[in-house]
Structures are given as C-alpha cells and as structure tokens.
C-alpha cells in the first residue's frame, strides 16, 4: 500500500527566502505525482504534475522534481511571497483508483 | 474548460440523520470520479471512485455509500450519520480527456459536513 510524506509539517520564513518542501513515498510504481495548494476552508488548486517518465516540471516561480528510484519528490519555491502562504499537499499514483496523499507542509510566509 | 461543482458547501446535520452530497462535472465526458474526507489532523482519505456509470469502487468499510447515476454526476450518501463521518469532503474528476493528463486529478471546492 502506496505510503506518503512530507517534511516539514509546518514552515515559516521570511518573504523572500527561496524554499524547498519534501516528498517521499514508498511504491515506486506510479503514473504520477502532483503537487496541490490547499488554502484554509478550501478546495485543492493542482499546481504541478510530474508523469513517470518525466524528471521535473516547472511552473513560474514554482519547480518540482521527481526521483522514482528513490521515491522522492521536492517543490522548490522561489522568491516566496506572502501570497505562497498556504498548506501544499504532494500525491502519488494516477492510476484509475487515484492518488495518495501525504499529510501536507503548512507553510507561512512572513511579511 | 472543465469545471468542478460540490453542493452543498456547509451542511450541519445530528447524528442518525442522513446525508446526499453531490458533485458534478462540466465540460469532459466518461470522467474517472473520486470521494475523498479530509479530518481534522488527517490526510486527505480516498473513500470512492468510479470509471464509469453504475461502476463503484469502495476504498474503505463505512456507514457510507456512492452512487453514479449520470456520466458527470456523482453522489455521497450515508443513511444514518456519525459522529465520525465529520469533516470536509472533496470530490475529484481525473482521467484522458481535454487538458487533463492520464491520472492528473482535479477537485472541487469541498463540503464541509459537521454531525451534531
């Protein structure tokens, strides 16, 4: 059974800072993994997906690459406003049965 | 351009009462559909999904149930509500049609659901 994490689970930094959010997942055996933003009360906003057969994907100021091997992922943020504060989610799979989803990185941008 | 619809957005409801949550896509045809809860704390949990009509896939045992009764329409039901059946539900269309990639999934604005 496909296994998700993200590291952190909660960040703050000042407006500026470029930043990395973590990824892992246990079954290598995946069609995709997407990134989402999730703002309070709200619905997902898909940001970035990355196929299996695809390294990185790149998306204004945001970045995310995949290493199916060692079954990580990571969204590079740079340049963060306080726009950017939000709870990302990372999701593995893409097969007909969906995606599994990691518990999110809370993330604050400090004015 | 696809769209994604979830109503009710707030819905308060005591326990033992029933429930119809309803989601519906525009735009796309033959749409993989998918239920997810998200509580408190918790990851988002995939409870359905659906390839196609009269076609359900149930991911976890529960006191709730879903139904595709349209190509675009798909419903979360619950006879008698728990206290643990609480939290904020999203409803997701993926799958090979328009801009959406094979398993690019793409959710609605979610219904939060608090039982009394």
């Known amino acids: 059974k496909q296994e998700v994490t993200q590291i952190p689970a909660a960040l703050s930094v000042p407006e500026g800072e470029n930043l990395v959010l973590n990824c892992s997942f246990t079954?290598?055996?995946?069609?995709?993994l997407q990134w989402f933003r999730q703002d309070p009360g709200k619905g997902l906003t898909s940001l970035l997906l990355?196929?299996?057969?695809?390294r990185e994907q790149t998306s204004g100021r945001l970045n995310a690459s995949l290493d199916k091997s060692s079954g990580r992922s990571t969204l590079y943020i740079a340049a963060s406003q306080p726009g950017d504060s939000a709870t990302y989610l990372c999701?593995?799979?893409?097969?007909?049965?969906?995606?599994?989803f990691g518990k999110g990185t809370h993330l604050i941008i400090q004015p | 351009s696809q769209t994604i619809h979830q109503w009710p957005a707030t819905l308060v409801q005591p326990v033992g009462s029933p429930l119809s949550l309803e989601c519906t896509v525009e735009?796309?045809?033959?749409?993989?559909l998918y239920w997810y809860r998200q509580a408190a704390g918790r990851g988002l949990q995939l409870l359905f999904y659906?390839?196609?009509?009269?076609?359900i896939s149930s991911e976890v045992p529960q006191n709730l149930s879903a139904s595709r009764p349209q190509d675009r329409q798909f419903i979360l039901s619950s006879k008698k509500l728990l206290l643990s059946d609480s939290g904020f539900y999203l409803c997701?269309?993926?799958?090979?049609?328009?801009?959406?990639?094979?398993?690019?999934?793409?959710f609605g604005e979610g219904s939060r659901l608090t039982v009394l």
């Open positions: 997701a269309w993926g799958g090979l049609s328009g801009r959406a990639t094979a398993g690019e999934l793409f």
């Open positions: 079954d290598s055996a995946i069609y995709n």
């Open positions: 990355i196929q299996s057969s695809q």
């Open positions: 999701a593995a799979g893409g097969g007909a049965d969906g995606l599994t």
């Open positions: 735009g796309t045809s033959n749409p993989n």
């Open positions: 659906s390839v196609g009509i009269g076609q």
